[in-house]
């Protein structure tokens, strides 16, 4: 687990450092626009929404309240992957070493 940790962490601040430089040197309508004026950045989007669609299934499976799934679905859409990071990361620190509660949540 203490591989997992590491990569979930590298995972975190990662995603912090990319999205803190699209908000400081990007602009999200002007760079948008040009990325769903590209056939390839439609194919990007759907490419990450598909995968931000099925890790969300994952987190419907462990997360026990519904305010809880509703919470972490929605910065999951919003947020993408530096929300998935930090789920991994808050779910390995929660499991004890235990992949089976890691996978699967508390029981």
């Known amino acids: 687990m203490k591989i997992a940790k590491g990569i979930a962490w590298l995972g975190v601040i990662a995603m912090t450092a990319a999205l803190l430089n699209g908000f400081v040197a990007g602009s999200f309508f002007e760079d948008g626009?040009?990325?769903?004026?590209?056939?390839?950045?439609?194919?990007?989007l759907v490419d990450l929404y598909v995968g931000f669609i099925l890790f969300s299934?994952?987190?419907v499976h462990r997360e026990k309240t519904l305010a809880k799934k509703i919470l972490w679905v929605v910065l999951m859409m919003?947020?993408?992957?530096?929300?998935?990071a930090l789920y991994v990361l808050i779910a390995l620190y929660k499991s004890d070493d235990d992949w089976y509660v890691f996978y699967h949540g508390q029981a």
Do not use: D, Q
């Not at 626009?33 to 990007?44: A, C, D, R």
């Open 33 to 44: 626009k040009e990325l769903m004026n590209n056939p390839w950045g439609i194919v990007s």
């Open 78 to 84: 919003v947020l993408g992957f530096f929300t998935g």
């Open 57 to 59: 299934l994952w987190i």
